[in-house]
């Protein structure tokens, strides 16, 4: 079956834009996490969503940053008046039950 | 705080060594410990590993985990250049499985 997908895979944008990422996750994983590797940086947890719901808000740096799932299914990240440091990858991982989380391909986001 | 320390940081070897790569992991009401392959940007699954002391092994990958001393390790044997990327350890913890992540082992291997 197919894999946690995002989109999209490389997004350029100028200082003060909004964006938003998006990600699908494996048919039938409840639980969805977003991730984000800076430059040089480990990955570190921005947000946890059971359902549509996200109990886990805690790692997201600034009020703008934001996400939603919907369906139970789809999700996106927004990040609103994007700054220089929010250059990173952004990662979306999906997990059904006791199970693995398994990882998007990733959306490199560049803010000029 | 939870906190994950992996090292070494970086390693490079030749095709055919034998490598072990070290993590040790604080984490609040651990669940699981994965260990996950990263050669451009999605971390790839490896291993996960939830009992002390008993080995889990796909072909030349094994890894073993210790939960009285907070502990994992990753051993390759017969390196091929196939295997060089990073090398991520992620102990999983609370009712939401989140990972934390460290921040990995770069393994270069040389033909």
Known sequence: ?112 | EDKVVQSPLSLVVHEGDTVTLNCSYEVTNFRSLLWYKQEKKAPTFLFMLTSSGIEKKSGRLSSILDKKELFSILNITATQTGDSAVYLCAPSGGSNYKLTFGKGTLLTVNP
């Open chain 1, 1 to 112: 079956g197919a894999g946690v997908s995002q989109s999209p895979s490389n997004k350029v944008t100028e200082k003060g834009k909004d964006v938003e990422l998006r990600c699908d996750p494996i048919s039938g994983h409840t639980a969805l996490y977003w991730y984000r590797q800076s430059l040089g940086q480990g990955l570190e947890f921005l947000i946890y969503f059971q359902g549509n719901s996200a109990p886990d808000k805690s790692g997201l740096p600034s009020d703008r940053f934001s996400a939603e799932r919907t369906g139970g299914s789809v999700s996106t990240l927004t990040i609103q008046r994007t700054q220089q440091e929010d250059s990173a990858v952004y990662l979306c991982a999906s997990r059904r039950g006791w199970d693995t989380q398994y990882f998007g391909p990733g959306t490199r986001l560049t803010v000029l």
